[in-house]
Nanobody, 118 residues
């Protein structure tokens, strides 16, 4: 069983920054691709960022809407993936979720609310 617990959300003014964290249980973390998604009110959940580790190298990609502003990273020793969010915009307001798959089964965290005021 995999558990994901997000933290770090909050209220921030436009142009500000937040860092989200997702702590994962289980020894599979270092082998797993990790993703961040977000869901704004009345909208579908959308992909934000992805990271996978191969040896000592991390590969990441991002949704176009956050590219250049958000950075995904991971600390395998802490079983934690981070999402550094800079230059936040009101349209970044959403509940942010981390996600991973293990042996074909998907796991979601409970989400953390990010609100960006204009």
């Amino acid at each position: 069983q995999v558990q994901l617990v997000e933290s770090g959300g909050g209220l921030v003014q436009a142009g500000g920054s937040l860092r989200l964290a997702c702590a994962a249980s289980g020894s599979i973390f270092s082998k797993s691709a990790m993703r961040w998604y977000r869901q704004a009110p009345g909208k579908q959940r959308e992909f934000v960022a992805f990271i996978i580790s191969t040896g000592s190298t991390n590969y990441a990609n991002y949704a176009d809407s956050v590219k250049g502003r958000f950075t995904i990273s991971r600390d395998n020793a802490k079983n934690t993936v981070y999402l550094q969010m800079n230059s936040l915009k009101p349209e970044d307001t959403a509940v942010y979720y981390c996600y991973t798959e293990v042996d074909g089964t998907g796991y979601w965290g409970q989400g953390t609310q990010v609100t960006v005021s204009s």
